[in-house]
């Protein structure tokens, strides 16, 4: 069976940090893309983070680069989130998802074929 569970989400001040924490199993962790999203209320889902596990390569939206960090523990099958800076807009829904990305697709693109189920982020001023 599939499974994406995320961790690490809570509350925080303006300013602090969270690390989320996505562990994965039931897929071949090694052959897919794992990105990070989010989704403020009344909002569309924004992606943020991704890393390809095949070649390690990341990307970050514009939107979060330079607070937002993303790492893949390939042994232990987890991404992470590393939040920095975080602010009140930045509160949402954080999920994780997992694709196996086209060579020809960019990155943080696309269809993704599992979700994890989303960790609550709230930063308070």
């Known amino acids: 069976e599939v499974q994406l569970a995320e961790s690490g989400g809570g509350l925080v001040q303006a300013g602090g940090s969270l690390r989320l924490s996505c562990v994965a199993s039931g897929f071949t962790f090694d052959d897919y893309e794992i990105g990070w999203f989010r989704q403020a209320a009344g909002k569309e889902r924004e992606a943020l983070s991704c890393?390809?596990?095949?070649?390690?390569?990341?990307y970050t939206s514009e939107s979060v680069k330079g607070r937002f960090d993303v790492s893949s523990d390939t042994a232990e099958k987890v991404v992470y989130l590393q939040m920095n800076s975080l602010k009140p807009e930045d509160t949402a829904v954080y999920s994780c998802?997992?694709?196996?990305?086209?060579?020809?697709?960019?990155?943080?693109?696309?269809?993704?074929?599992?979700w994890g189920q989303g960790t609550q982020v709230t930063v308070f001023a």
């Open positions: 998802a997992a694709q196996k990305r086209g060579r020809r697709q960019s990155p943080c693109t696309g269809t993704w074929t599992y």
């Open positions: 890393i390809n596990n095949r070649d390690r390569k990341t």
